[in-house]
């Protein structure tokens, strides 16, 4: 006698819904599309709720710190108001277009932003604006009178002392300060006070022969 298939058997089967016939692999990635979907959501909804602290710091926001400040640029003398955070060359470049003071390295190292303050050679790159109230500031720019170069600045001429000319004003004001106290200094106390005046061009033994004839020639005047 032939076996026949359990009748009830093949109705459970037919019957069964085709959802519930879901493979395991299917189901697993029903499950992590969901999760994902969810994941996306909650990522969306981050920016919105950080963006509250920026836009408050945003609004709280003060105007910068300013103080009044006195001094003496070339024989001439003001009363400014500078922000505390300004630097002695941003002061005389920006305020008083007094261009001649470069910025070059900007952290105290090139010297292409020496100027005199009170006789003495300073980076003006390292010195806060506040700091220069009461003091006497001469600049490049200081150094020609009634329309005629100084001394110095024609020996850097006759010499060929400047090439690019970037780090020129800086050598000028630093071989100023040297004369003004050695009067006719040699090469080696001119290689000396010149140290930490660079310049890119390497022209340095035509600048130490422009300070040393000016020395020379002019008694130290300058």
């Given at each position: 006698m032939r076996d026949t298939p359990d009748a009830s058997s093949d109705s459970q089967q037919g019957n069964r819904p085709q959802s519930e016939q879901r493979s395991p692999q299917a189901t697993s990635r029903h499950t992590c599309l969901e999760g994902a979907g969810a994941t996306v959501v909650a990522t969306a909804a981050v920016p919105a709720l950080g963006s509250a602290p920026a836009d408050a710091a945003a609004s709280t926001m003060t105007a910068p710190v300013t103080t009044a400040i006195?001094?003496?640029?070339?024989?001439?003398?003001?009363?400014?108001?500078?922000?505390?955070?300004?630097?002695?060359?941003?002061?005389?470049?920006?305020?008083?277009?007094?261009?001649?003071?470069?910025?070059?390295?900007?952290?105290?190292?090139?010297?292409?932003?020496?100027?005199?303050?009170?006789?003495?050679?300073?980076?003006?790159?390292?010195?806060?604006?506040?700091?220069?109230?009461?003091?006497?500031?001469?600049?490049?720019?200081?150094?020609?009178?009634?329309?005629?170069?100084?001394?110095l600045q024609q020996a850097f001429i006759d010499h060929n002392a400047p090439q690019c000319g970037f780090c020129t004003p800086g050598q000028l004001m630093m071989a100023t300060a040297l004369l003004n106290t050695v009067p006719r200094p040699d090469a080696a106390q001119v290689q000396q006070a010149l140290v930490g005046n660079l310049c890119r061009c390497s022209n340095y033994n035509a600048i130490v022969e422009a300070v040393v004839a000016a020395g020379t020639q002019q008694g130290g005047a300058t």
């Open positions: 006195r001094l003496t640029v070339n024989g001439i003398s003001h009363r400014v108001e500078v922000e505390d955070r300004w630097t002695l060359a941003e002061l005389l470049r920006d305020q008083f277009d007094l261009t001649g003071t470069k910025i070059g390295c900007d952290r105290n190292e090139c010297g292409a932003c020496t100027v005199l303050m009170n006789g003495q050679p300073v980076y003006a790159c390292s010195q806060l604006a506040v700091w220069a109230d009461g003091a006497d500031v001469q600049t490049v720019e200081g150094l020609a009178h009634n329309g005629r170069l100084s001394p």
